[in-house]
């Protein structure tokens, strides 16, 4: 059976089938004992009056197997077996005149002793049942007459069995709704002490905002007793309650809604009101005091303030610190280039040789610093593009024909495969070369002697594909994780000092500029394939051809 639970250590059991089923043996066990008193003593012989005894012990025979079942379905056919045996040994023993005449009320005995309160109608309506069934075959049919000297006894058991049946089915019953009222009412104290001492104040509330019942806690300086019958824009500062208004009206017409005032008791304070519709006209509001949560998100705010201010001013620190080291690195980058190339009279060979590693540490150190210059603006959010239409094609070549040297001095070959017809793009030109540069330098810088780089450039629709990919030692997963974030950097301390870690950075700056997103796939070992797409072609569409490249595509590369 199932149970009653009103607290997680105590349970309660409805009632168990024990007692119906001792009831029906007991009635099978009296109607046993009645008919062989009688057939000892000889006031009944073996007839129809015994056989009338007999169908009345079927029943309880019946019925005592169907209790143990624990389906309401079985109970039922019970009691239409006890309506049917009822009318029967009725009509068997001279109808509603005859001595069993009291057994038509069996079924309701029947159903007192099944102890559900929900049966008694149905056993009430198989007892009035019964006695039609036998007042009908009274009046019809000629029934027979039990001996004289038996009737008496067979009156004394039928209302003996229904009698006692009856009246301990009604005392069972009324025990278990009594405990079954007890354990109700310690399960109701139980939750409301829950609903009580539980931290959020719970309400009852018209959608109009009159609040109906109240549990639990109430805000700082509230008591919850105090808001019942009254309406919920009482507990709210001017100000905020046309917002409450509006939740109230919004859960009603979406279902639930959330609303954050501050109490007009306490201008200080902060309340959230959650509400969720239970019906058209009952809405289910929850009640917080939410003064540390909202002390907890200004802090939050005032941090992240801080945070974005203190980052937007080292972005222009180092903005303008590009700005002033590029001026005195332009003028050593050309007075080098000056002297390496004895424009002004011969110099020895050494001083040349020094002169041309000023000239390639200031060609560095300008690069560098014009990549923090770009990250910088990017960051603060000041850099704008010099969008125009060109063929994305010249600005790769121009990238393949730069690096050219620097990939033969590495002996590392250096591929491109790019379509036959133009690619027409609405990009920033130096954007676009920047990525190539990057990523192809990058490429060189992580690929051994005798490997080789390899940049394809295609197009699908208005989307622009550059995939450089190298057989170079690869990236660890864990690098990979870091890879395109400003300063971060993989390989060995070789490859670290090579650069700053801006490289990526910009190129997936750029990308995401563009509405495009850059994406690496690397193993160790086995190279890495860094792919950027970029819907900015606005021509037709476009692709490549890998396997065989037209020889006016590579010329000059």
């Not at 102890?115 to 036998?134: D, I, K, N, T, Y």
């Not at 104290?189 to 009580?196: F, G, V």
């Not at 610093?369 to 010249?394: G, H, P, Q, Y």
């Not at 509405?515 to 796939?521: F, P, V």
Request: some cysteine; overall charge neutral.
């Amino acid at each position: 059976m199932p149970y009653v639970r009103y607290s997680s250590r105590r349970k309660v059991r409805r009632g168990g089938p024990g007692f119906a089923v001792g009831w029906h043996l007991a009635w099978a066990l009296a109607v046993a004992l009645a008919a062989g008193a009688l057939v000892g003593s000889g006031r009944l012989s073996s007839g129809v009056e015994l056989a009338a005894l007999a169908v009345g012990a079927v029943p309880a025979l019946v019925g005592a197997g169907l209790a143990m079942s624990r389906v309401q379905p079985a109970r039922i056919i019970a009691l239409l077996i006890w309506t049917l045996a009822g009318a029967v040994a009725c009509q068997m023993t001279g109808g509603t005149l005859g001595p069993l005449a009291a057994w038509c009320l069996a079924p309701l005995a029947a159903a007192a002793a099944f102890r559900r309160s929900e049966l008694l109608s149905l056993g009430a309506a198989g007892a009035v049942a019964a006695a039609a069934l036998a007042t009908v075959g009274t009046l019809l049919m000629p029934l027979p007459a039990p001996p004289a000297g038996a009737a008496p006894w067979l009156s004394l058991l039928s209302l003996s069995t229904v009698a006692v049946g009856l009246g301990a089915g009604l005392v069972s019953l009324q025990g278990q709704s009594r405990r079954y009222a007890r354990t109700r009412d310690e399960a109701e104290a139980a939750l409301r002490e829950l609903l009580d001492n539980q931290p959020q104040l719970l309400m009852g509330v018209y959608p109009g905002g009159r609040i109906l019942e109240a549990y639990g806690q109430a805000p700082v300086g509230l008591d919850h007793r105090e808001f019942v019958g009254r309406n919920l824009g009482e507990m709210v500062s001017r100000d905020d309650r046309p917002a409450v208004d509006e939740a109230l009206q919004r859960a009603v017409q979406d279902g639930s809604a959330e609303v954050a005032f501050i109490p007009i008791h306490d201008p200080q304070g902060w309340c959230v009101l959650s509400l969720r519709r239970m019906s058209s006209i009952r809405i289910v509001a929850a009640l917080r005091d939410a003064r540390a949560q909202r002390a907890r998100e200004t802090e939050l705010e005032q941090a992240r303030a801080s945070a974005e201010s203190q980052n937007a001013g080292k972005s222009r620190f180092l903005a303008n610190m590009s700005h002033e080291l590029r001026t005195p690195l332009n003028a050593i980058m050309g007075f080098s280039d000056i002297m390496r190339q004895r424009l002004f009279g011969p110099m020895s060979d050494r001083y040349v040789e020094y002169a041309e590693l000023v000239h390639e540490s200031g060609a560095h150190l300008l690069e560098l610093i014009n990549d923090v210059l770009d990250m910088s603006k990017i960051e603060a959010e000041r850099f704008e593009l010099a969008r125009e239409t060109f063929d994305a094609r010249d600005a790769v070549s121009s990238v393949l024909r730069l690096m050219r040297g620097q990939a033969d001095r590495a002996g590392i070959q250096l591929r491109g495969v790019l379509p036959a017809d133009p690619l027409e793009a609405d990009a920033d030109r130096r954007a676009i070369k920047q990525i190539a540069l990057n990523l192809v330098s990058n490429a060189l810088k992580f690929t051994p002697r005798n490997g080789s780089v390899t940049v394809t450039l295609q197009g699908s629709g208005e989307m622009l594909e550059l995939v450089v990919a190298d057989t170079g030692v690869g990236i660890a997963p864990e690098d990979l994780e870091r890879l395109g974030r400003p300063f971060e950097q993989a390989g060995d301390a070789g490859q670290k000092a090579a650069g700053a870690g801006l490289g990526l950075s910009l190129v997936r700056a750029f990308a995401r500029l563009h509405g495009g997103e850059m994406s690496i796939e690397s193993a160790v070992g086995e190279g890495a394939t860094v792919t950027v797409r970029m819907p900015v072609l606005i021509g037709p569409e476009t692709a490549a051809e890998p396997e065989a490249p037209p020889a006016s595509a590579l010329s000059g590369l």
